[in-house]
């Protein structure tokens, strides 16, 4: 069986090498690479390195290398046909089942095409008066006739043809001073085309409405044919490769010769340069302009689904009146396109070019060979491909887009093995966090305990894009920084989607966690910490304080947080000794925050004081606590004997509540023989901690101030890092929760 050449490089490209040597040998990380013993020789000093970025491997001990295939074939004895089924299965890479199929395709002698005739045309510039060489300017021969062929040709279109030729064009003579200002752009209304960017459907039997009849119009009497390009040797075979690339350079050139489609990126804020790193584009009007130009190339271009035919066998251009983006794969070869609408109103907003024997969207991501070009070190997943180009643009490289499908297994394992961290950036609205989640449950069988996922989701509903200009890169490195734990997203995420006032709320949130953590790999330590880590907040127990919580649920389950403390502090008043705010902030590395210097610039001198009990506005909490810092010197040494010391200095109200519930509690404690409670206030007042921080930025949300929310921020991060590292040094006392 022949396996043409490009499904090979895919499947190596796309093969995760460091999980199928891992197998064999342990891998360790040294630099770029990985290192470890040859499994191909036996030693004890490893010379066996594998570079994930080339995706192959060599032993400098016994001079042994390769890629994917040759290892499955070499160490682990398959023919070749088994090794490429085998990084078939892994990958999801189908290998084609006929020899035939590969990236050539039959080249033909042009089919004439009649462009419109051209009547009492005005002169226009010697630049614009002809078919440019390249062909970029097809599309002002349309234009053109658009505004004379009414009077010539008014008994031989339908409806839908004189709308389409009524619509204004664009003069490519218009210089840039007659477009709005670019942040305008944005609300200027640009007219386009009437015709749907859908292909042709059964509603549109008649054709009325594509593409107009000059253009299918097989009578060559009175038309001319674009020549360029077109060589003698017509049956020579063409290659899908090198099609794509002049097609990309087709669109790249039509961007220089397309005022307004430049203008578009432009407004956008991109830079000439970043057109020319990542072959920016633009497809004209024009129903058939790819043919005009690839007159040879009919079939490669339906190959790639670049031409299509309708349904009556007229055959029309996907992308129209679009700016381009190529898709490039692994090696940097162009094998796609997508094309944005210029105006929001067009649906849909985005066409991608189809699946063709050299693109597979389910195997891309758009911006990953860039990154790689720039030796990205970390990665983060977007929604767009404007997010990862302005990423790339402020200096933030790693920033990948699936196309248009949910990231796969193989893809968050292969980025995964790049750096150990990936972080998820997806919209704040519905259908930006279903995609998160819906990435997430694809992540967990490859989320290995050295492996960490991660989510930002932007405040003010900005994407990547707009939060960069709003606030500048750094602000971004800085939110990417900070990004959530997945540990904490799981929570949060199923907290809003059920009571957690009620009992069976909290029982479906447990049941979905333990759900989640049994896709986590074989062993895996994750799912023990994920586990208790969302049973402690549900209102679970560690065994170090397993008799102190009983207490409390015991006595009365419907105490808020508060109420638990300020009793807690009656039993055991002299925690406050050492104030347990400040020594949260000061355990959890809050007051030595070290801040950007942008940042440090314009805080406030007093940005990291720790949180004092007056700033969490509880009036009945402040009461006792000031109290017993008052009282503490002179307190009985005997626990009942001092609650009631403090009880007696409170004001009336609070006096009246705490004296009801004081004997109750201390008698649920001393019947259990409970003797400390310093675990217990520690994880109350850290829930205090992160409830005040949470409400600082939500209220620093309604009143943007972006200094002292990216401090905020920054606060709660830090805070939850401590409290995660807190819970793991603990874990091997907690109890553990049966799957």
């Known amino acids: 069986m022949s396996i043409p050449n490009h499904i090979l490089e895919q499947l190596n490209s796309q093969a995760d090498l460091i999980s199928i040597i891992g197998k064999h040998t342990t891998l360790k990380r040294a630099g770029s690479e990985y290192k470890g013993c040859c499994p191909f020789h036996g030693e004890k000093s490893p010379s066996f390195y594998v570079n994930p970025q080339k995706n192959i491997y060599h032993c400098f001990g016994c001079s042994v290398g390769g890629n994917a295939i040759s290892f499955l074939r070499d160490y682990e004895n398959l023919t070749f046909i088994e090794a490429v089924n085998e990084l078939s299965k892994q990958t999801g890479i189908e290998v084609p089942k006929e020899e035939q199929q590969n990236v050539s395709y039959q080249r033909r002698a042009p089919k004439p095409i009649a462009p419109p005739p051209v ?22 021969h349309q234009n053109n006739y658009q505004n004379n062929r009414q009077d010539s040709h008014q008994n031989n279109v339908t409806q839908s043809d004189q ?11 218009q210089g840039y001073e007659n477009f709005p200002p670019l942040e305008a752009y944005d609300s200027a209304s640009y007219s386009i085309d009437s015709y749907s960017s859908e292909p042709y459907s059964p509603s549109h039997a008649d054709d009325s409405g594509y593409p107009p009849a000059w253009l299918t119009d097989t009578d060559t009497s009175t038309g001319m044919q674009d020549t360029h390009s077109i060589d003698q040797n017509d049956d020579k075979d063409g290659n899908l490769y090198e099609l794509l690339e002049q097609i990309q350079q087709f669109y790249q050139h039509n961007l220089t010769t397309h005022p307004h489609a430049k203008h578009y990126f432009l407004s956008r804020g991109l830079t000439e340069d970043i057109f020319e790193t990542f072959g920016l584009g633009y497809a004209p009007f024009g129903w058939q302009h790819l043919e005009h130009q690839f007159p040879q190339d009919i079939e490669g271009l339906k190959a790639l689904g670049l031409v299509r035919q309708s349904e009556s066998g007229r055959d029309y251009d996907l992308l129209r009146d679009r700016v381009i983006f190529p898709i490039r794969d692994n090696q940097g070869r162009t094998i796609g396109f997508g094309g944005r609408a210029l105006d929001d109103e067009v649906k849909p907003k985005y066409i991608n070019s189809s699946d063709s024997p050299v693109f597979h969207k389910q195997h891309v991501l758009y911006g990953y060979y860039e990154s790689r070009q720039q030796r990205a070190d970390s990665w983060l997943v977007v929604e767009g491909y404007m997010d990862v180009i302005a990423l790339y643009q402020a200096g933030i490289y790693g920033a990948i887009a699936s196309m248009g499908t949910a990231i796969n297994e193989s893809q968050i394992s292969r980025l995964l093995t790049l750096n150990p961290t990936l972080t998820l950036s997806f919209d704040g609205d519905s259908a930006g966090q279903k995609a998160a989640w819906r990435t997430l449950e694809v992540a967990l069988p490859v989320l290995a305990d050295d492996k960490e996922l991660r989510f930002l989701t932007l405040p003010n509903n900005h994407d990547p894009d707009t939060f960069i200009k709003s606030q500048g890169s750094d602000a971004m490195r800085e939110q990417i920084a900070n990004a959530m734990p997945l540990s904490q997203y799981i929570f949060a995420y199923l907290s809003e989607r059920y009571d957690m006032s009620l009992a069976e709320g909290k029982a479906k949130l447990m049941s979905q966690v333990r759900s989640l953590t049994t896709a986590l790999p074989k062993g895996s330590s994750f799912r023990y910490l994920l586990n208790n880590d969302v049973y402690q907040k549900l209102g679970g127990r560690r065994s170090q304080n397993v008799e102190a919580k009983d207490a409390l649920l015991d006595f009365d389950g419907d105490m808020t947080i508060s109420q638990q403390l300020q009793l807690c502090f009656l039993f055991q008043p002299r925690a406050l000794l050492e104030d347990p705010i400040e020594y949260i902030w000061r355990q959890s590395g809050l007051t030595s925050l070290k801040l950007p210097a942008h940042i440090q610039k314009k805080a406030a001198s007093d940005a990291l004081r720790a949180v004092a009990w007056e700033d969490l506005q509880d009036v009945a909490l402040l009461d006792v606590v000031t109290t ?3 009282c503490i010197k002179h307190l009985p040494t005997d626990a009942n004997a001092a609650a009631h010391f403090v009880l007696s200095n409170l004001n009336a109200t609070n006096q009246a509540t705490l ?6 509690f201390y008698r649920a404690l001393t019947t259990r023989n409970v003797l400390s409670l310093d675990d217990l206030i520690e994880e109350l007042v850290s829930s205090l901690l992160e409830r005040n921080i949470k409400k600082k930025m939500q209220e620093l949300i309604k009143n943007p101030d972006h200094i002292k929310q990216a401090i905020v921020r920054m606060q709660a991060q830090h805070l939850s890092n401590w409290l995660r590292a807190q819970h793991a040094e603990r874990s091997s006392q907690m109890v553990t929760v049966q799957s």
């Open 119 to 140: 009547h009492n045309v005005p002169s226009p510039t010697v630049e614009h008066n002809k078919v440019d060489q390249d062909g970029a300017n097809q599309d002002n």
């Open 163 to 173: 709308n389409y030729i009524n619509q204004p064009s664009y003069d490519d003579n």
């Open 628 to 630: 017993i810092k008052r």
């Open 659 to 664: 004296s009801n519930s004081w004997g109750g």
